[in-house]
Every structure is written in C-alpha cells, then in structure tokens.
C-alpha cells in the first residue's frame, strides 16, 4: 500500500498570501493518477487538481499542481477568504486508493 | 448534474452488520466505477472499496477487507456496502463517490453516519 504523507499538517496564513502543500509518498506514483481535494467543514470533499497538474472544470488559476514520482506540490498562489479549508492529496494504484492525512489551512 | 444519496446509516453494537446504500443520478451510472470513502469525526478521509463499472472487479482498503463486500445493481442504478462484523473504529460518515480517475467526472454523496457502539 503507498502511503501518502502530507506537510505541513497546519497552515496558518493571511488572505493574500501564498500556500505551498506538499504530499510525498511512499513509492513512485503515476502522475496520472495523483489528485487533490478541498474539503470545508460539513461538505463533502470537491476535486481541484488530476493528474498532478490539471485543474478540474471551474477551479480558479490560482490553484495549481506539480510534481513527479514521490514529491508532489499544490499551490494556491494568492489565498482568498474561501480558500481556508482542509486540503488532501490521493493516489490511485493497481486499482487501490489513498488519502493523505490532510493539511490544513487556516487564517492567521 | 451528478446526484448521490447515501442511505443506511445508523447505531449498531460491536460484532453488527449493516448495508448501506448509495442512489445515483444525473449520469450513467452503468459507465463509470463507483467507491466508498469513509471519515472518522474530526479525522481525514479513508478510501474504503472501489467497483468496476460492471462489477467485474472490486479492491478494498485493508483495514475493511474480509468484513465489508462492495456491489452495485446497474438496473437500478444502485451502489451498495454491506459491512459486517463491525468494530468501533469503523464509526464514520460513509460517502459514496463516482469518479472517472481519466478526468475530472468526480461527484459525491452528502454522506450517512455509521455510529458502531456499545
């Protein structure tokens, strides 16, 4: 099973700013099948990025993946106020899914 | 418009059984793989089971493997977890996902509480 480790596991930044996730994992994943997910408080999860890089229908350009093999990044390049939720990353492997633990981003 | 309602949930005592089900519309549900994830209170999400379009194929986490069966009836366009043998830390909102990992066809459920308790 890959295992996917999430950093930091808390944000506290200010509207405006730059947020940096990072998502690394245990073994290669394929960049194919690596997404991120926003999720708010009592919402299911929303799907921002797949393929490492490829923003879903409707996700702003401020947010942006990257990536290859082990080390994945997601960058929301100015936070708005909505912006401040729990952020995950997942893999998808030989028909197995993981989630990372999360990180959240929070007002400072 | 994607729609999925989850349905099922409830207080069952340790050593339990219950079936869950997932209702879908708004999409060809026959088309496309169908997944369970679950989320502890206050915790991260944790894939649970994953379905091929046909229900030729099925994976599970390992955490639920041997105790929790995945199915779908495509003629009804319904999805289905029956999970027994049910243990305290399975006590989650249990969400029923449609994704096409391909692209971005990603549509979510509102969710049902399973409260596995004593």
Known sequence: EIVLTQSPGTLSLSPGERATLSCRASQSVSSNYLAWYQQKPGQAPRLLIYGASIRATGIPDRFSGSGSGTDFTLTISRLEPEDFAVYYCQQYTWSLWTFGQGTKVEIK | QVQLVESGGGVVQPGGSLRLSCAASGFTFSGYGMHWVRQAPGKGLEWVAFIRYDGSYKSYAKSVEGRFTISRDNSKSMLFLQMNSL????????????????????????????????
């Open chain 2, 87 to 118: 243990r305290t830390d399975d006590t989650a909102v249990y969400f029923c996902l449609a994704r096409d990992v391909r692209n971005d066809f990603d549509g979510w459920g509102q969710g049902t509480l399973v409260t596995v308790s004593s």
